[in-house]
T-cell receptor, first 113, second 114 residues
Framework: AQSVTQPDIHITVSEGASLELRCNYS??????LFWYVQSPGQGLQLLLK??????LVQGIKGFEAEFKRSQSSFNLRKPSVHWSDAAEYFC???????????FGTGTSLTVIP | DGGITQSPKYLFRKEGQNVTLSCEQN?????MYWYRQDPGQGLRLIYY???????QKGDIAEGYSVSREKKESFPLTVTSAQKNPTAFYLC?????????????FGSGTRLTVV
């Protein structure tokens, strides 16, 4: 069965510190992987995506993610967090024409000064 | 600029009422989706449509209905049969063959039962 697990419900980091948000997936075919960010009361914005090629992908706002097939993981990282990064982050997996995506339950990020 | 417009942003429903949430896109996307978001549960798929006049149930379709009469529009009706409709509803779209591009999301509608 297809699924996405985000083990950390909530993470708090200090501004300027590094960040890693975890994502593990289960998918029967070649996965297409995505990270989205959601500010309170808003829709989701695409941060980055992976579907082939280099396993380290760069996204917007200084985020990057690394696809590790052997670990079924797609962790999101940022070397130095800014206060404006405080939001909810969702990992998603999908693939194939017209197939739906599967979302994790999200990780809420708090940034302290 | 192209995008997805959801309206209204806030909606209040009385017990036993049907309400309709609007979703319009000008991205020329083929596929459209409705998700429900509850705290701690992530996004759950209600309905999706890959072409006009065709749609499929998602994981939690009971108590909801949709139509897809135009490519640009995919309204969601929350019926009185939906016993716990209070949630944040998100509409999304993508190219039917554009799975590598991910979804584009609207800004959501928050529905509250009063």
């Amino acid at each position: 069965a297809q699924s996405v697990t985000q083990p950390d419900i909530h993470i708090t980091v200090s501004e300027g510190a590094s960040l890693e948000l975890r994502c593990n997936y289960s998918y029967g075919a070649t996965p297409y992987l995505f990270w989205y960010v959601q500010s309170p009361g808003q829709g989701l914005q695409l941060l980055l995506k992976y579907f082939s090629g280099d396993t380290l992908v760069q996204g917007i706002k200084g985020f990057e993610a690394e696809f590790k097939r052997s670990q079924s993981s797609f962790n999101l990282r940022k070397p130095s967090v800014h206060w404006s990064d405080a939001a909810e982050y969702f990992c998603a997996v999908g693939g194939g024409t017209g197939n739906q995506f599967y979302f994790g339950t999200g990780t809420s990020l708090t940034v302290i000064p | 600029d192209g995008g997805i417009t959801q309206s209204p942003k806030y909606l209040f429903r009385k017990e036993g009422q049907n309400v309709t949430l609007s979703c319009e896109q000008n991205l020329n996307h083929d596929a459209m989706y409705w998700y429900r978001q509850d705290p701690g549960q992530g996004l759950r798929l209600i309905y999706y449509s890959q072409i006009v006049n065709d749609f499929q149930k998602g994981d939690i379709a009971e108590g909801y209905s949709v139509s897809r009469e135009k490519k640009e529009s995919f309204p969601l009706t929350v019926t009185s049969a939906q016993k716990n409709p209070t949630a944040f509803y998100l509409c999304a779209s993508r190219q039917r063959d554009g799975q590598t591009y991910g979804y584009t999301f609207g800004s959501g509608t928050r529905l509250t039962v009063v």
